[in-house]
């Protein structure tokens, strides 16, 4: 992925002659940032009061005339901008809007009182605010709209990440809007009576802003719980897969998908073939509530991760305090297998496959790779502020490149061995054009690939259901990881979100 050196005299040129702009913030650009690493819960009366305060400080910069700046992909691509008198502009809306932010008139817009105004506004005299250059690739953030905007669910997303630095080169949601409609709609209302957030909200919050809406994750759950039977040395035990039910309980039914059956399975063969039965008795009769929660808190699933670019909210629901406590043996065996009460958002699904492809290095996702002054020049990282209420956070007392230790290398590798061999399963019942046994090709190069379905649920005949897929490659030397997931399809295959990677792969070879 080609990436522009921000520092070349040339690029800085580039800036001076750029005319002035507006920066939106979307729901993904949240600066509420905390100084701690993993998951945590948040006070909301404190984000609240630090929401009302950064609206404040906004609408008093406005009232001196200043701007926000431009936002800029990786290879320096205007993103979004708009003029001094108030024209806004975008690459494009429906692209970018849930993803970097949208604009409302006077350069202000929903959830861009969440952004620092340190990072929004600069202090000078042409009253130009600094510009930011996001990690994100203009080219595979278009293309992972048209993607997740077509075909089934009532919602979709889809995220691009470097597997060794965990940045975001895309991140697109379905669905999406058109700036410009919205505000239409908006200018057609009483604004004494409707205002700007009232509307957007209204009706829309459940598909839209899907980090803080996260669904079940299914099968793809089976990498955590994995983790734990590779740690445990139990990769050779071998459990009788009758695929209609684990009858042993007593309490409670575990089925396979179609109820499938498979025989006396191990962990690499369970793992390809995604026995259900397999992990539930795995997580039940083997690991225990203690080991899978600590899978989880270790994996930084069940809580909230904050990020330059918005809050990952996933939910564990432990075995000291489970959602049902009159159950709590199925949710325990539920858990192994991704159901229970887990949820995840496609963010850290793929960085769930980032640490696999990464040698057991879970990194902290970024988008923000570097602040510029109007006239063009570096911003050192190091005086970088966030807020939250009266606190201000330093970016040194904040690492978005913060990395996490997950797993060991041999863990990861026999796991990462397991996703081969599911993506040479699925390529062998699909076989689309550009794949093979030995990956996905492109222009006469051929990529091997990792992969893991899932599938959940969300009626009881299964007639609706969550779809996932993660995935890296090259699988031998990891570079990038594409997680997909769509929401209420008919199919009950996570299989078939394998048309949704081949052209992303295909791009990224092409690109790289």
Known sequence: MKKVDVKESVFARRFRRLFAGCMAVASAMCVLIFPVSGYLPLDEDVVDRAEEKKKDEIEALQMEGTIPGDIYDRNGEMLISCTDDGENWYRDDSAYTMTVGFLEEAGSGYLMKRMSSDLLYADQENKKGRSLILTLDAGLQELLWRQISQGEGERGSIAVLDAVTGEILGLAYAPSFSVSELRTAVSGQDEEKVGWEELMLDGQQKLLFQLQNPTRPGSIYKIVTGIGILENGLENVRIDDGGSSVDNYGEFEVNNNMENAYG????????????????????????????????????????????????????????????????????????????????????????????????????????????????????????????????????????????????????????????????????????????????????????????????????????????????YAPADQPRYVVAVNRYWVDSQHGADLFRDLVPVYEYLIRNS
């Not at 670019?309 to 939910?315: A, D, E, I, Q």
């Not at 990395?403 to 061995?417: C, F, L, M, N």
């Open 264 to 471: 006396a399975l191990n962990f690499h063969d369970a793992f390809v073939y995604s026995s259900n039965i397999y992990f539930a008795r795995m997580a039940y009769d083997y690991l225990g509530w203690n080991e899978m929660e600590e899978l989880a808190q270790r994996c930084h699933i069940g809580g909230r991760i904050s990020c330059d670019f918005g809050l990952l909210y996933s939910t564990f629901e432990s075995g000291v305090q489970p959602y049902d406590m009159s159950r709590p043996n199925e949710m325990l065996a539920r858990t192994g297998y991704g159901y229970a009460d887990l949820q995840m958002n496609v963010v850290q699904a793929a960085m769930l496959a980032q640490g696999i492809a990464n040698d057991g290095v879970m990194c902290r996702p970024y988008m923000v790779e570097s602040v510029h002054e109007t006239d063009g020049y570096l911003v050192d990282k190091d005086t970088w502020e966030y807020r939250l209420g009266d606190e201000v956070e330093s970016r040194s007392g904040y690492d978005t490149r913060e990395k996490y230790q997950i797993t060991d290398v041999q863990t990861a590798d026999a796991i990462g061995d397991a996703m081969e061999a599911a993506y040479r399963n699925v390529q062998a019942t699909l076989g689309l054009s550009g794949t093979s046994q030995e990956g996905i090709s492109a222009d006469g190069e051929t990529w091997s690939v990792a992969l893991k379905t899932g599938t959940a649920d969300l009626t009881e005949n299964g007639t609706e259901n969550n779809l996932w897929i993660v995935s």
